[in-house]
């Protein structure tokens, strides 16, 4: 099965260049890389013309007028050539199983729904400075979990791929997987599912609603439900400052419970402006 894996990003080079790397360690080969850039920087654009990876790789963007990750997304689904898409943020990096446990949990009417590990500060410098990388803190884990603890990382839990441990029977990951909801840094679903919502909404201003629980909420509507891929397809998320949004939340959520009402579940704003 081909696969488009889309990471959005702004401003922040260096981490897309940590996750072009890591997605070079993948064991699951056939897909190709989406940069869905908020921005038209001649850095990334400069970087991206000279790198040549062994993966397709595309890239997308436009101007940076404010917030408008949804569009540009819209931008990459519209641009992707796999029958099934991958999304996760462009401030996490993702183990060498990523893609590959994403695509053997995926199923037609399921939206494979995974979480990340928040890591601390030292470790994060250590990951941008290449003292370390993610392949190393993958093989070795366990050895790594006090450092992890130590450095204030949080979610330490989420760093286990126990679909990959052989003596894990299936079923036990299932019943660890239960009950978990979509979040935009880390899903994947079949392309044909986003495009049957007519993907993101670009009408919400900020990303608090409109990357997940608004996509969760239409995708549950049309019969694609939540299975998880939590210690599976695993993140280490870049700790960095976050902004509080919680004012521009609550307005969001009354806006997706206007639409809810009404049933609206392609949206008018989205990959075709209806």
Known sequence: MKVSVIVPTYKDTDALKLIL???EQQTYKDFEVIIAEDDNSTEVREYIDGYHPSFDLKHVFQEDKGWRKTRVLNQAIKASEGDYLIFF????LPY???VKNHVSLSEKNRVVCGRRVNLGDMISFALRNREINVGEIEANYFRN???????GSRHIEQG???LSWSFIPKFLFELFNRNIRLVGCNFSVYKSKMVEINGFDEGYPTGDIADDVDIEWRLN???VYNKSCKYAANLLHLNHDRIDRKPQHDKNYAEMLAKQKINQLRCVNGIEKL
């Open 21 to 23: 790397n890591a997605l």
């Open 160 to 162: 286990l791929d126990i």
């Open 89 to 92: 943020d462009g401030d996490c």
């Open 96 to 98: 060498s199983t990523f």
């Open 145 to 151: 979990y006090s450092k992890l603890k130590q450095d």
């Open 221 to 223: 509507a049309i019969g």
